[in-house]
């Protein structure tokens, strides 16, 4: 027997303590991602969290690679492009 139900994902709020639970197990205590990547990361990934972490990780590598200390919506939406 397969499940074909689909997944319901989280809403928003959960979304960002997901990221911020994560940032704090790779020991950063605030929040490096701004509310607009949050809610970019939130509805590009359907609110799943597996889709969320390719999202988040490669927002993350963007935002290294020009140096920026916090995560834009547009570090998201480069993300996006690289991903999907």
């Known amino acids: ?6 997944l319901e994902g989280v809403d928003r709020r959960d979304m960002e303590e997901y990221l911020l639970h994560h940032l704090a ?6 929040n490096i991602f701004d509310d607009a990547a949050v809610t970019a990361i939130h509805q590009g990934s359907g609110g799943l969290f597996r889709k ?11 935002a290294a690679k020009e ?6 919506a547009e570090h998201v ?3 996006a492009t690289e991903i999907f």
């Open 1 to 6: 027997n397969r499940c074909t139900e689909p």
């Open 25 to 30: 197990i790779a020991g950063i205590k605030k």
């Open 52 to 62: 969320a972490n390719h999202l988040a990780r490669g927002a993350l590598i963007a």
């Open 67 to 72: 140096q920026s200390m916090i995560v834009t």
């Open 77 to 79: 939406r480069m993300a």
